[in-house]
């Protein structure tokens, strides 16, 4: 980089390296070589200015670090000399040299009045002036210097002239030289634009003439681009044979259909395909009627119809954009919804004589929602022909990196090389689903970090500039944690009783994939992860408690996104009529993916064959699960037989499920320790006759329900204890004894 940056000769070529780049230079090294260091400023300078070609006081700023550095470097004279002839040319075409005029004829006191005011110009002109410039010896005589300094030495002269010119006013003998004031004024004029003239391109590119280079300019989007390319020249051809006279019946239309998922730029392209139009002359003006179901869609008959007409006269000339265009049709709507007339009135406007060929209509939504809604309405889709459909692809990681690097500058941030490698993992793990906003989430990321940084730094001292610039590795900590103590999820499964077997088969797993990922990194090969596991045990034995421990230790393994818990039953799974199941089941799995679907009682779903719809569920489950990869974890829960049962009665399952947790009933022992923890969690305790009284107990009986019996066991003895010392206002208030026990026993007993 250092080599590219010395061979570095000429403003009018590019800079080597980036702004980001010589910022992540200037951030991490401590530079002795002044050269390096001062071409490092010129190139920040650069980059600053042609964001901001107006004015920009940290690329003054730069430029003066840079003189200071190496006063003598060529790029930094030429970088300085360009920046005050851009302010001279500023200054001038701000100036009003159109008043300046003079008229022979004028009346004395109006040419008196009119002198102050130029001398006034002059004067404001020549204090923003360099003068160390202007006065500086030139070498060469085809120097653009030399017209800075020409311009500087013509405001000298005219500033004589008013002087002189005012001082005659006073003195009552006025001479007003308006022939000499009017030439240089002539001459100010010519050299405002030769000033223009001899800057450099970087200064003076800034508008984009072709809408296909601001298209170019856009990140990724390859496919789409040359469709782009194809289809504006093919428009241009068709307006040259037009020009001389040939026309076609078939020409296709100029009506667009654009599918994407959010933030891949449907409307950025709508807004382009109009300045495409507009640029070939096709459409009168470039203007976009933006619009969705809210704008169009009527409460009551005729509304909808009145509402569509009037953004499309809006819209002649120009383009009628309708996002979400898909919600315009709802599936199953009823006589109350008026989508449809929407559609009817746009289709008739398209093509009716009074408005037809006026507008360009450009349709936008998600893939496949705007597949179902074409094919649903045959005389819309007829009105977009095939070669006139666009279809966005989500953006690649590195395309997303890069937005995310254009947005923090054009914010003036910058990443560091770690912060960027963090924030990368922070995109993946907002790129679980088909709900993923692409670039706009992306933006949104960023912002989101700068918010952290301000809000987290907005009372520290900054010694530098890029102080207010960097994002490091510890603006990306948004999420804190409240109790610095927190358990992590293995201490948390060793925390919970008994489940000896289950926590060792956690355990294994956890190393298991540790390593593998470890292999991963390292370039070994490594053996498939098999993750979709069967809690097979009887109600109460921790099964919801383990998913849940499963999935934040697949989360801090790297595997899983988000590693939340979906817990789901049949009623959640399956409808009431076909087709239905299939559409709820794939909105559960959606809500689960980055995290762990935990279906309670999965074998509901099995009834030998003899449930369509439970069927149903199953083979989309089977087949969700292959679409989403690791993105998706599924547990099955339920008894050990019946669970047993369900994974072999499809062979989809069988293939999918290898691992098997068994949770086995609690001992005597562990209910008894579980019935203490329980009881202490709200603060009670009991003494060791009720203890015994527990023991025998669980000895002796067999208990359904496990911890959820003791569960209720504690919370029935709370409330006996609560009506015991209502009435016989004991002393201890936490204490439950053993009548409160004995009580909770017998009643939780008969219910169970």
Not at 52 to 79: C, G, M, W, Y
Not at 352 to 361: C, D, L, Q, R
Not at 377 to 393: K, V, W, Y
Request: glycine content about 6%; charged content about 30%; some cysteine.
């Amino acid at each position: 980089m250092i080599e590219q940056l010395k061979s570095w000769k000429t403003l009018d070529q590019q800079p080597p390296i980036s702004e980001v780049e010589a910022l992540r230079y200037l951030n991490e090294h401590e530079i002795e070589d002044a050269e390096l260091k001062a071409l490092l400023y010129v190139t920040l300078a650069y980059h600053r200015i042609k964001r901001h070609p107006e004015h920009d006081s940290l690329a003054d700023q730069f430029i003066d670090e840079a003189r200071i550095l190496d006063k003598s470097h060529t790029l930094v004279n030429d970088l300085y000399e360009s920046k005050q002839m851009m302010q001279a040319y500023s200054l001038l075409k701000r100036t009003p040299l159109e008043q300046w005029v003079l008229h022979e004829t004028d009346h004395d006191s109006a040419k008196g009045k009119k002198a102050k005011a130029i001398y006034a110009d002059v004067k404001d002109l020549k204090e923003q002036w360099d003068a160390e410039l202007a006065e500086k010896t030139i070498i060469d005589a085809t120097s653009r210097l030399k017209l800075y300094q020409d311009v500087y030495e013509q405001l000298s002269e005219l500033e004589v002239m008013m002087e002189e010119a005012i001082a005659s006013i006073e003195n009552r003998r006025i001479r007003i030289p308006v022939k000499e004031i009017n030439e240089r004024t002539r001459q100010l004029s010519d050299d405002q634009d030769e000033l223009y003239k001899q800057l450099p391109k970087f200064l003076t590119d800034q508008s984009i003439s072709n809408p296909l280079e601001s298209f170019e300019e856009m990140v990724g989007l390859h496919d789409v681009k040359a469709y782009i390319k194809r289809y504006y020249h093919f428009l241009k051809y068709q307006q040259q044979r037009k020009s001389f006279g040939f026309s076609m019946v078939d020409e296709p239309g100029l009506h667009m259909i654009i599918t994407g998922n959010p933030g891949t730029g449907k409307t950025t392209i709508a807004r382009l395909l109009a300045n495409i139009y507009h640029e070939l002359g096709i459409l009168d003006t470039k203007e976009v009627v933006e619009v969705n179901r809210s704008h169009l869609v009527g409460s009551y008959v005729g509304q909808s119809e009145e509402n569509t007409m009037n953004y499309v006269k809006q819209a002649i000339g120009g383009v009628l954009f309708i996002d979400e265009a898909y919600s315009l049709k709802r599936e199953g709507q009823t006589g109350n919804d008026y989508g449809q007339a929407v559609i009817d009135t746009l289709v008739s406007a398209m093509t009716g004589k009074e408005f037809g060929g006026k507008f360009a209509v450009i349709l936008a939504g998600y893939p496949e929602e705007m597949r179902q809604f074409l094919w649903s309405n045959p005389g819309l889709r007829s009105r977009f022909p095939e070669q006139n459909h666009i279809e966005l692809p989500d953006y690649k990681m590195d395309e997303l990196v890069t937005i995310a690097e254009q947005t923090a500058i054009e914010n003036d941030f910058f990443f560091t090389e770690r912060a960027l490698t963090e924030f990368t993992s922070l995109i993946d793990r907002e790129r679980v689903d088909d709900s993923f906003g692409n670039a706009r989430t992306v933006k949104n990321l960023v912002m989101k970090t700068v918010f952290q940084k301000g809000a987290s730094e907005a009372e520290r001292d900054k010694h530098h500039w890029l102080d207010h610039m960097r994002i490091d590795v510890n603006d990306l900590q948004w999420e804190t944690s409240s109790d610095d103590e927190d358990k992590s999820p293995m201490e948390r499964l060793d925390d919970l009783i008994g489940l000896n077997n289950v926590k060792a088969e956690v355990r294994k797993l956890s190393s298991f994939v540790k390593a593998q990922q470890m292999r991963k990194e390292k370039g070994f090969p490594v053996v498939p992860i098999q993750l979709h596991s069967v809690f097979s045990g009887n109600p109460g034995t921790g099964k919801t408690t383990v998913a849940e421990i499963y999935a934040d230790v697949l989360k801090q393994c790297g595997l899983l996104k988000r590693g939340h818990t979906v817990v789901v039953s049949r009623s959640d799974l399956v409808a009431g009529y076909v087709g239905q199941t299939a559409m709820k089941t794939k909105r559960k799995i959606r809500e689960a993916l980055g995290g762990v679907l935990f279906i309670d009682e999965a074998y509901a779903l099995y009834n030998g064959g003899r449930d369509d719809f439970g069927k149903e569920a199953i083979e989309t489950l089977v087949d969700e699960m292959t679409k989403h990869n690791e993105n998706l974890v599924v547990i099955l829960a339920g008894y050990q037989h019946e669970m047993e049962q369900l994974v072999e009665s499809n062979p989809g399952l069988s293939s999918r499920f290898k691992k098997f947790f068994r949770f086995p009933d609690y001992d005597e022992r562990e209910l008894l320790e579980m019935t203490h923890y329980q009881a202490k969690s709200y603060g009670y305790h009991f003494n060791e006759w009720a203890e015994s009284f527990l023991l025998e107990k669980y000895t002796d009986h067999r208990i359904r329900g496990n911890g959820r019996f003791v569960n209720n066991l504690v919370n029935e003895a709370i409330q006996f204890q609560a009506i015991r010392i209502m009435e016989d206002e004991a002393e201890d208030m936490n204490e439950l004894e053993l009548v409160d026990l004995e009580k909770a026993w017998n009643t939780v007993r008969r219910e169970s």
